[in-house]
């Protein structure tokens, strides 16, 4: 069946920087969109950026742009978001999500094929 795991959570500053990784393992998803999602305690799941298989498209959510970015790993198997000039509202845990369709990520994010375990992200004031 494979797994999503992320990973590069942790507690930052107020215009602090991390990085979130997300591998694929025992299934490649070199030929799928992968993407970023986060969700606070009950709230609904928020899109945060997505790109395409070949990381030649990306799309952000309008809170993030400018400050965070998506990129995949040369091998095609691996998602990070760099995340810069962090805020407080930030915090969230957050998701990688794989599916064959990028746009499935901001459309319909309910149907996505494969979702990660999630991984905590605290920015302190």
């Known amino acids: 069946q494979g797994a999503l795991v992320e990973s590069g959570g942790g507690l930052v500053q107020a215009g602090g920087s991390l990085r979130l990784s997300c591998a694929a393992s025992?299934?490649?998803?070199?030929?799928?969109?992968m993407g970023w999602f986060r969700q606070a305690p009950g709230k609904e799941r928020e899109f945060v950026a997505a790109i395409g298989w070949s990381g030649g498209s990306t799309r952000y959510a309008d809170s993030v742009k400018g400050r965070f970015t998506i990129s995949r790993g040369n091998a095609k198997n691996t998602v990070y978001l760099q995340m810069n000039s962090m805020k407080p509202e930030d915090t969230d845990v957050y998701y990688c999500a794989a599916d064959p369709n990028i746009a499935t990520m901001w459309r319909s994010p309910a149907q996505l094929a494969w979702w990660g375990q999630g991984t905590q992200v605290t920015v302190s004031s």
């Open positions: 025992g299934r490649t998803v070199s030929s799928y969109a």
